[in-house]
């Protein structure tokens, strides 16, 4: 019974990836409007997945902006292939170069990686407050090891940059790593130690960031931003 439920919920989880890759790919919205016409509260930065850009996230990002937060974008993460160590730079990048500080980082999968890296770089990492990092492979994914792309296979367990930053573990008491049930994509968890770690009552590694749970939790981590 519980392989079905599993079985169900990934076949739904990829038709929700699937859905909103096409729909990311006809976007054509302007990745500064989440900033230009956002209100006072504190900042966000929004981090997709690999293979995602952003705005496979723009639903999550509308959401987050509605409740009055400017939203910004790394234009130059593109569908996030660059390493996790190339990529935090270009996160930094964007917080020094527009002087962003009290950030907090939502962030998918791959992009929870690049956020803690971020944390622990001298001279920016204080800039973020906090990462809520949903669906996040902090201790790799078996199953990268067989697929044929080298910047998933980077993902895998064994990887050294994973290990690394495994090792490092000052920033992992400002994440809130956040998993479903289940998640077909990431059998070895996102347990981070000395983190926040939330279990919600939902299947899958995409779907997740569409309920209604993910957006309370969310909710709840901005609305610390303004205590």
């Avoid at 956040?178 to 299947?203: K, M, Q, R, T």
């Avoid at 995409?206 to 993910?214: M, N």
Wanted: proline share 6%; charged share 20%.
């Amino acid at each position: 019974m519980i392989a079905l439920r599993k079985a169900a919920v990934a076949a739904l989880d990829y038709e929700y990836a699937i859905r909103h890759q096409l729909r990311a790919e006809l976007d054509r919205g302007d990745p500064y409007a989440f900033v230009a016409s956002a209100g006072d509260r504190a900042p966000v930065l929004l981090l997709p997945g690999i293979f995602e850009s952003w705005r496979f996230l723009r639903p999550l990002g509308a959401h987050i902006h509605d409740r009055g937060h400017p939203v910004h974008i790394v234009t130059a993460l593109q569908r996030n292939l660059a390493t996790i160590d190339a990529g935090a730079r270009m996160v930094a990048d964007h917080l020094e170069s527009h002087d962003l500080w009290g950030v907090t980082i939502v962030a998918h999968s791959k992009g929870g990686l690049i956020a803690k890296h971020l944390m622990g770089m001298p001279g920016v990492g204080d800039r973020v407050r906090l990462t809520v990092a949903v669906s996040t492979p902090f201790s790799g994914s078996t199953l990268a090891a067989f697929t044929p792309f080298r910047s998933v296979r980077a993902l895998r367990p064994t990887n050294a940059m994973l290990l690394e930053l495994a090792s490092i573990r000052e920033a992992n008491p400002r994440i809130v790593s956040v998993v479903g049930w289940f998640d077909p994509h990431i059998p070895n968890g996102s347990f981070l130690d000395g983190a926040s770690n939330v279990v919600l009552p939902v299947g899958g590694h995409f779907r997740i960031l569409a309920s209604r749970e993910l957006l309370d939790l969310v909710d709840r981590c901005l609305d610390s931003a303004d205590e």
